[in-house]
């Protein structure tokens, strides 16, 4: 009876094996088909752009914050880096100076040989700049979807993800000014733009001045029917002019020098090149770039299947080629040495492509012969001498 006993129990034990496995089977089974469900309804929601609850959990990938934050005061800027570090410096502090540049989004590309962290976080820490560093799983790229493409097509398929994404964290962070450009960018005065009346004097005074920031003027001139156009305008574009690598006089280029600090305008391109391509050489020049008020987009316009960097939003953007003397604000675009050129490894630099652009010499501009001048006299210097060793 005892052999048949522990037999009964043996299968008994058994049996609930059986049932517990399969009771854990139908669980897995039930699991793995309600996690599929919510990847299709995700991607699903990805893919539309929708903004709204999927099963009652809020999908926002953007960093999103509560609505009530104020307004931050600052230009904010979506970048794009990849071996150009030397450039980053010079970049950074014309433009906390002159926007002021306050929040930065820098997205570092994955075949990068070099990390601009070390700049950035020595930035962050002396300025209290607000930066955030980027990979692509940060802005949901996912490299090999794109391996059919050339590389210059992954280039821009890349590009566009990120924008999207960064133009939607900014937007859930409240800030207002946005722009889109590159290290070897620079914003500037549209010098063609500012002409004169009949009786000598400009219409308009230059938006960027020494005694006024590009925010000043845009926060200043909000509800002014005698300001430029730029202020009321959703997207506004800036035409590009080439800066060639024509070298100036040295002593032209050294009397952008800070009295009593040494340090050589020769690093510095904004300093050492002057001469530019004609401004209605559009095959030159190429398209502009530009600077949007998130304020006015809706989140249904910011979407990751974005036009390109020229015109992001179809809707708020204009075509982005106009007449260089319609816009009040410009992009200076520097070619730099040949070593600077060749840093940034991507698709299209090619020695002929430099030789294009690198002899120019239509014309001269001058107006950022001074920034560093200023930078000195609020006292940072030594931060920048930091972040460019």
């Not at 307004?71 to 014309?94: M, P």
């Not at 009295?259 to 050489?281: C, I, W």
């Not at 992001?312 to 050129?341: M, N, W």
């Amino acid at each position: 009876m005892k052999i048949t006993s522990n037999r009964l129990k043996t299968k008994a034990r058994s049996s609930r094996m059986r049932k517990l496995s399969m009771n854990l089977n139908q669980i897995f089974i039930s699991a793995t088909v309600v996690l599929a469900t919510l990847v299709i309804a995700i991607n699903w929601a990805v893919l539309n752009n929708d903004q709204k609850s999927i099963l009652g959990v809020e999908m926002d990938f953007t960093s999103r914050i509560n609505n009530d934050i104020q307004h931050q005061d600052g230009f904010a800027i979506c970048l794009l880096v990849k071996d150009d570090s030397d450039r980053l410096a010079e970049w950074l502090a014309y433009h906390w100076l002159t926007l002021p540049l306050q929040h930065l989004v820098v997205a570092l590309d994955r075949t990068s040989v070099a990390s601009p962290k070390p700049i950035l976080d020595t930035w962050r820490e002396e300025t209290g700049m607000d930066i955030t560093l980027w990979n692509d799983p940060d802005f949901r790229h996912v490299p090999g979807h794109d391996d059919k493409l050339t590389p210059k097509q992954k280039h821009l398929h890349r590009q566009r993800q990120f924008l999207a994404e960064c133009m939607r964290h900014h937007k859930a962070k409240n800030h207002s000014w946005i722009a889109l450009i590159d290290t070897d960018e620079f914003i500037a005065n549209n010098d063609g733009y500012y002409g004169k009346n009949d009786n000598g004097t400009p219409p308009h005074l230059p938006i960027l001045r020494a005694d006024q920031t590009l925010f000043d003027y845009l926060t200043t001139n909000q509800n002014n029917m005698q300001s430029l156009t730029i202020v009321d305008e959703k997207c506004h574009l800036m035409p590009r002019l080439v800066f060639s690598a024509v070298e100036d006089d040295p002593k032209i280029v050294q009397k952008a020098k800070a009295e009593g600090v040494d340090v050589d305008p020769m690093q510095f391109s904004t300093l050492r090149f002057y001469h530019h391509a004609d401004p209605k050489n559009q095959a030159i020049n190429k398209y502009g770039k530009v600077v949007i008020n998130l304020d006015k987009i809706q989140w249904s316009e910011i979407h990751r299947k974005l036009r390109n960097v020229h015109r992001p939003l179809l809707k708020s953007c204009g075509f982005p080629y106009h007449d260089y003397r319609d816009a009040a604000l410009t992009v200076h675009h520097f070619v730099g040495t040949i070593e600077q050129y060749f840093a940034k490894n991507i698709a299209g630099r090619t020695k002929k492509a430099f030789q294009n652009r690198a002899y120019h010499n239509d014309g001269k501009n001058y107006q950022m012969h001074d920034w560093l001048k200023r930078f000195v006299e609020i006292g940072l210097l030594g931060l920048l001498i930091m972040v460019r060793r």
